[in-house]
T-cell receptor, first 112, second 113 residues
Framework: ETGVTQTPRHLVMGMTNKKSLKCEQHLGHNAMYWYKQSAKKPLELMFVYSLEERVENNSVPSRFSPECPNSSHLFLHLHTLQPEDSALYLC???????????FGPGTRLTVL | KQEVTQIPAALSVPEGENLVLNCSFTDSAIYNLQWFRQDPGKGLTSLLLIQSSQREQTSGRLNASLDKSSGRSTLYIAASQPGDSATYLCAVNPGGSNYKLTFGKGTLLTVNP
């Protein structure tokens, strides 16, 4: 595997379910990001981890809970989501804050 | 608060045409600017990163320019091909301890054969 991978690629869940999104980077980077992309809106940064420590939390509702167990893996735990949370969730990584961000293919989430 | 605007929102051109996509930003205190390509329902592919000290960067048929003082960047695509059809996004990076890229809404490019 190379680059940034995300699983699952598609997820349909009910409002009472609990699920997790997974991201893995194989680039030796030390920063990882979660973004949300909704229709007709710019990408929104949700969370940033640098050296496994959360450095940015962009006023995201508590029903989204990130976890970064090491510099290669990032999770987004989901519970009691709302239909308006349906979107494409993108993971990215970079070497520090100054360098290019590389993105994964995304998870298309649908909340029923 | 940094705001990024991309014009036009959509562009349709015949194959072979040269074209320019525009990106403007309100705060010139940026460290770099990145251009991405996004195919429908897919992730972002980094095309070019241009540092604030640079005027332009080139990769193949793509050329990105940056005028930091006026808050503008352009992405020039030469000899466009149907495979170039995608949404093109620009994002500005403030650098330092601030990891937040600010994105524009993108330009949807369609190249017709």
């Amino acid at each position: 595997e190379t680059g940034v991978t995300q699983t699952p690629r598609h997820l349909v869940m009910g409002m009472t379910n609990k699920k997790s999104l997974k991201c893995e980077q194989h680039l030796g980077h030390n920063a990882m990001y979660w973004y949300k992309q909704s229709a007709k809106k710019p990408l929104e940064l949700m969370f940033v981890y640098s050296l496994e420590e959360r450095v940015e939390n962009n006023s995201v509702p508590s029903r989204f809970s990130p976890e970064c167990p090491n510099s290669s893996h990032l999770f987004l735990h989901l519970h009691t989501l709302q239909p308006e949370d349906s979107a494409l969730y993108l993971c990215a990584s970079s070497l520090g804050s100054y360098n290019e961000q590389f993105f994964g293919p995304g998870t298309r989430l649908t909340v029923l | 608060k940094q705001e990024v605007t991309q014009i036009p929102a959509a562009l349709s051109v015949p194959e072979g045409e040269n074209l320019v996509l525009n990106c403007s930003f309100t705060d010139s205190a940026i460290y770099n600017l990145q251009w991405f390509r996004q195919d429908p329902g897919k992730g972002l592919t980094s095309l070019l990163l241009i540092q604030s000290s640079q005027r332009e960067q080139t990769s193949g048929r793509l050329n990105a320019s940056l005028d930091k003082s006026s808050g503008r960047s352009t992405l020039y695509i030469a000899a466009s091909q149907p495979g170039d059809s995608a949404t093109y996004l620009c994002a500005v990076n403030p650098g330092g301890s601030n990891y937040k890229l600010t994105f524009g809404k993108g330009t949807l490019l369609t190249v017709n054969p």
